[in-house]
């Protein structure tokens, strides 16, 4: 891998033995509108893909099969394989695509089995790194034992396909449940500075080492708005969103990001943006926009 051109902030973590840049990337946004079909711009998405991972050194990259479907897949096989040792993609299963864009859940055994060995071809991958239960709907978490589906998991990584096992949009209780089955990694949850539902949870999870990976942390399909936030960035001579992914880095050493976007100079951006250092009156003042 060539030395990264950019400074990415945010240092390294630890997901279990892989370590990864806490400033990652999301693959979603590189598939068709509302994450279905494939990019307009094919060749900007595989641009967007190796600037991440090859001139920039970001190791972490999140994907799943159901994104297009199969689409940011092929595309991330397509940019990067062979992958650089020091790149660890980490995919999700337990829901699917219908054909109106809906996310139905699939989290029966046999689902979930054909969902790792779809992510297996589709990345051209012998073992997966990482592989989040993605639980809840599309609404948000959904309470209920977990207990089968991610059992399912825990025996596909006894059989060598996973290495490492984390939750997405779980409760606190699933997220227990799920350390009472077998060790996790990761936690990744909706989570940004007006949605601060998670705090006891990232905490908590900072305390046991294990890392936490907000999704939507600029507010998804809808931005973040925040009259606080502007002023603050107004005051950094920054952007608001570059001000909100600062901020995630500095709410706990656990936060990973992931921000997702199909354009080079946004992804730049964003790595700059994310190393803002805000002072104790700039986080004392975005605090208060959550709570």
Known sequence: MSTPSLSLPGGTWALGDLTVTRFGYGAMQLAGPWVMGPPTDREGALAVLREAAVDLGITHIDTSDAYGPRVTNELIREALHPYPESLHIVTKVGATRDEQGGWPTARRPEDLRRQVHDNLKSLRLDVLDLVNLRLGNAEGPQPGSLAEAFETLVELQQQGL??????????????????????????????????????????????????????????????????????????????????????????????????????????????????????????????????
């Open 162 to 291: 996973i290495r490492h096992l984390g939750v997405s949009n779980a409760t606190e209780e699933q997220v227990t449940e799920a350390q009472s089955i077998a060790p996790i990694v990761c936690v990744q949850n909706m989570y940004n500075l007006a949605h601060r539902h998670d705090d006891k949870l990232i905490d908590r999870l900072a305390t046991e080492g294990v890392a936490y990976v907000p999704f939507f942390p600029l507010g998804g399909f809808t931005p973040l708005q925040s009259s606080a936030l502007s002023a603050v960035a107004a005051r950094l001579k920054a952007t608001p969103m570059s001000v909100a992914l600062a901020w995630l880095l500095q709410r706990s050493p656990n936060i990973l990001l992931i921000p997702g976007t199909s354009s080079t100079a946004h992804l730049r951006e964003n790595i700059a943006g994310a190393g803002l250092s805000l002072s104790h009156e700039d986080l004392t003042e975005l605090d208060d926009i959550g709570r």
